[in-house]
């Protein structure tokens, strides 16, 4: 477990030297938002109708964007040949990316969820720390696969376009669970279904770390 | 042989048939889901089978069923509106199933452009096989979660399944024998076509390998 950490500290002082990455990615995301309200508000102000949308598409775009970033950084000086003969093991190399990559996204949407609920209109209830608990889940499947296809996609030429190509159409579910928590949580309905759909998307969770631990290993062996 | 087979479906299933003339595009619609969705299990076993025995032949059939199933896929996607609209006015709507079949169209298409762009890459057979099984694994998901999705916004749309009495019923299973043997016949072809395609690729390694 050591080694894992100092695998999410390499990443998180690299990062805190330049900061750029996150800053960009925040402002990015903040972009977004705005252009969501733009683009959808077209029958009068009905934020709690599509701001939950709004929300998961700036979630999915930022963290595109890190996904991306993660693995690149490693390209550079050939940084990823030195993890691969270090003594850490592929599903270590995995969980440091991984970890790496979900605490970035976390502390991103952990600075734009209040935005969020100021740009819309929503109140600070009880609901809001469940959406964020619904935010962190989801950042962790999101992670997961992302870090997989990304390694995979890390010496192509179309690296970012493949790389947004083969992740969407496998989340899509993932996104479907977590627009439908936001959108019982921000209009205040009945909360039984939502945790019906909390624990659907836990297990997509389960199923996906699992596969993508267990795949990086095949897929290190070709790096 | 393969001919008869398919001359088979269309003459057959028009004798049988008592309503609209549109309505016979269903048996051509519903085999090829049937013939997809086995496909798309093709890949997962192909991907799995490569990545335990290593053997090229696993991997071209992976490839071929993905293409496959991205075609059959596709002709369910079209068939479906070109029935919907004369029948209920409409060319899509986002019900579970065309939902379910868009995803999977989509996850497997993904799968095509990946492979193509990791042409000549030497880990292509791996990453392929990795994402067939990703994408297989995550179809159940798919099909649960839309369903689910749906059932707050319930749908008015009268089932697929009309009225299957006897005669229909025996049409939709020849049609579904046609296409599966159709569709094994293309597998076939596309995996000779992609052993070929490879040889050459090799011949011609070893030609410009022999020049300098």
Same mark, same amino acid.
């Given at each position: 477990?050591?080694?894992?950490?100092?695998?999410?500290?390499?990443?998180?002082?690299?990062?805190?030297?330049?900061?750029?990455?996150?800053?960009?990615?925040?402002?990015?995301?903040?972009?977004?938002? &705005?252009?969501?309200?733009?683009?959808?508000?077209?029958?009068?102000?009905?934020?709690?109708?599509?701001?939950?949308?709004?929300?998961?598409?700036?979630?999915?775009?930022?963290?595109?964007?890190?996904?991306?970033?993660?693995?690149?950084?490693? +390209?550079?000086?050939?940084?990823?040949?030195?993890?691969?003969?270090?003594?850490?093991?592929?599903?270590?190399?995995?969980?440091? +990316?991984?970890?790496?990559?979900?605490?970035?996204?976390?502390?991103?949407?952990?600075?734009?969820?209040?935005?969020?609920?100021?740009?819309?209109?929503?109140?600070?209830?009880?609901?809001?720390?469940?959406?964020?608990?619904?935010?962190?889940?989801?950042?962790?499947?999101?992670?997961?696969?992302?870090?997989?296809?990304?390694?995979?996609?890390?010496?192509?030429?179309?690296?970012?376009?493949?790389?947004?190509?083969?992740?969407?159409?496998?989340?899509?579910?993932?996104?479907?669970?977590? &627009? +439908?928590?936001?959108?019982?949580?921000?209009?205040?309905?009945?909360?039984?279904?939502?945790?019906?759909?909390?624990?659907?998307?836990?297990?997509?969770?389960?199923?996906?770390?699992?596969?993508?631990?267990?795949?990086?290993?095949?897929?290190?062996?070709?790096? | 042989?393969?001919?008869?087979?398919?001359?088979?479906?269309?003459?057959?299933?028009?004798?049988?048939?008592?309503? !609209?003339?549109?309505?016979?595009?269903?048996?051509?619609?519903?085999?090829?889901?049937?013939?997809?969705?086995?496909?798309?299990?093709?890949?997962?076993?192909? !991907?799995?089978?490569?990545?335990?025995? =290593?053997?090229?032949?696993?991997?071209?059939?992976?490839?071929?069923?993905?293409?496959? !199933?991205?075609?059959?896929?596709?002709?369910?996607?079209?068939?479906?509106?070109?029935?919907?609209?004369?029948?209920?006015?409409?060319?899509?709507?986002?019900?579970?199933?065309?939902?379910?079949?868009?995803?999977?169209?989509?996850?497997?298409?993904?799968?095509?452009?990946?492979?193509?762009?990791? =042409?000549?890459?030497?880990?292509?057979?791996?990453?392929?096989?990795?994402?067939?099984?990703? !994408?297989?694994?995550?179809?159940?998901?798919?099909?649960?979660?839309?369903?689910?999705? =749906?059932?707050?916004?319930?749908?008015?749309?009268?089932?697929?399944?009309?009225?299957?009495?006897?005669?229909?019923?025996?049409?939709?299973?020849?049609?579904?024998?046609?296409?599966?043997?159709?569709?094994?016949?293309?597998?076939?072809?596309?995996?000779?076509?992609?052993?070929?395609?490879?040889?050459?690729?090799?011949?011609?390694?070893?030609?410009?390998?022999?020049?300098?």
């Amino acid at each position: 477990m050591s080694i894992v950490r100092s695998l999410i500290r390499k990443d998180l002082v690299i990062e805190y030297r330049s900061r750029q990455a996150f800053v960009t990615t925040l402002f990015f995301g903040l972009l977004v938002l &705005v252009v969501g309200n733009f683009a959808l508000s077209v029958a009068g102000d009905q934020y709690p109708v599509f701001a939950p949308g709004i929300l998961w598409i700036s979630f999915l775009f930022s963290g595109l964007l890190f996904l991306n970033h993660i693995l690149y950084i490693e +390209k550079d000086e050939s940084t990823l040949s030195g993890l691969l003969i270090s003594p850490a093991t592929p599903g270590q190399i995995f969980l440091g +990316k991984m970890l790496s990559a979900l605490l970035f996204l976390i502390a991103l949407e952990a600075l734009l969820f209040p935005v969020f609920h100021i740009l819309f209109n929503f109140s600070f209830t009880i609901n809001s720390l469940w959406l964020f608990l619904v935010i962190v889940f989801a950042a962790v499947g999101y992670c997961s696969l992302g870090v997989l296809f990304s390694t995979m996609s890390l010496n192509l030429k179309n690296r970012e376009m493949i790389l947004s190509a083969i992740l969407f159409p496998i989340l899509l579910p993932m996104l479907v669970m977590a &627009v +439908k928590c936001s959108i019982i949580l921000l209009n205040h309905l009945q909360m039984n279904q939502f945790y019906s759909w909390l624990k659907l998307l836990i297990a997509f969770d389960v199923i996906f770390v699992v596969l993508s631990y267990w795949s990086y290993y095949w897929i290190l062996e070709e790096v | 042989m393969m001919i008869v087979a398919l001359y088979f479906a269309f003459v057959y299933a028009p004798t049988e048939k008592v309503m !609209g003339a549109v309505q016979r595009i269903f048996y051509f619609h519903v085999a090829s889901a049937w013939v997809g969705l086995l496909s798309f299990f093709f890949v997962f076993l192909g !991907g799995v089978l490569y990545l335990w025995k =290593r053997e090229e032949k696993y991997d071209h059939l992976a490839h071929a069923a993905a293409e496959m !199933g991205v075609l059959f896929c596709l002709i369910v996607l079209v068939t479906g509106p070109i029935w919907a609209k004369p029948v209920w006015n409409v060319w899509w709507t986002w019900d579970p199933r065309l939902t379910s079949t868009f995803i999977l169209w989509l996850i497997y298409v993904a799968y095509l452009l990946f492979r193509s762009s990791l =042409r000549h890459h030497p880990s292509i057979r791996v990453y392929s096989a990795v994402y067939g099984i990703i !994408g297989f694994v995550d179809v159940p998901i798919v099909w649960m979660s839309i369903r689910w999705w =749906r059932t707050i916004h319930p749908t008015v749309l009268t089932s697929q399944k009309i009225n299957l009495d006897p005669k229909m019923w025996t049409s939709v299973l020849v049609c579904f024998a046609a296409l599966l043997l159709l569709y094994f016949v293309f597998v076939r072809l596309r995996i000779d076509l992609e052993r070929t395609r490879e040889r050459i690729d090799r011949l011609q390694e070893r030609v410009l390998e022999a020049q300098s």
